[in-house]
């Protein structure tokens, strides 16, 4: 079985948040959290409405790195901006 998706199954099958988060506390290193934290962040701005360069000059990170995610967010078939939708919609119901 492919590696990759092995562990998409782990991670699809962690459903509780305090388990999930001490799974990614083991296998990821300080600097790979940082990573996916701020890909996870740039995205939610994004999709927030965000400018590129806004967020690239709060963060001072490239704009290549968020090109890619402003990419992810245009595509009508996108799981994230699937799941970002429904998060928006969670946090909606808890207001």
């Known amino acids: 079985m492919n590696s990759s998706y092995e562990l998409a199954q782990i991670l699809a099958d962690i459903d509780d948040t305090t388990l999930m ?5 083991e296998i ?14 740039l995205l939610k701005d994004l999709h927030a409405g965000r400018t590129q360069r806004d967020i690239a000059a709060e963060y001072r990170i490239s704009l290549c790195k968020i090109t890619r995610g402003a990419k992810i967010l245009k595509n009508d078939k996108s799981v994230t901006r699937k799941l970002l939708q429904r998060y928006d919609e969670k946090g909606e119901e808890k207001k």
């Open 21 to 25: 988060n001490r799974f990614l506390e």
């Open 28 to 41: 990821l290193t300080p600097s790979e959290k940082k990573d996916i934290s701020l890909r996870w962040q």
